[in-house]
């Protein structure tokens, strides 16, 4: 996972759904529904 952490430190989408067992489009999906800005993780 290491190699998956961008020069920031932030995890990629791919990344974080991985260690959190959610599918990246549920993700995205509460993105939108609580507004939530983790867009930046792309």
């Known amino acids: 996972m290491q190699n998956e952490?961008?020069?920031q430190g932030k995890?990629?989408?791919k990344a974080v759904s991985t260690?959190?067992?959610i599918l990246p489009g549920t993700i995205r999906a509460?993105?939108?529904r609580y507004r939530?800005?983790?867009s930046e993780w792309d």
Do not use: R
Request: net charge negative; no cysteine.
């Open 19 to 21: 260690v959190v067992g």
């Open 30 to 32: 509460w993105e939108g």
């Open 11 to 13: 995890h990629n989408m």
């Open 5 to 7: 952490i961008d020069n």
């Open 36 to 38: 939530a800005n983790l």
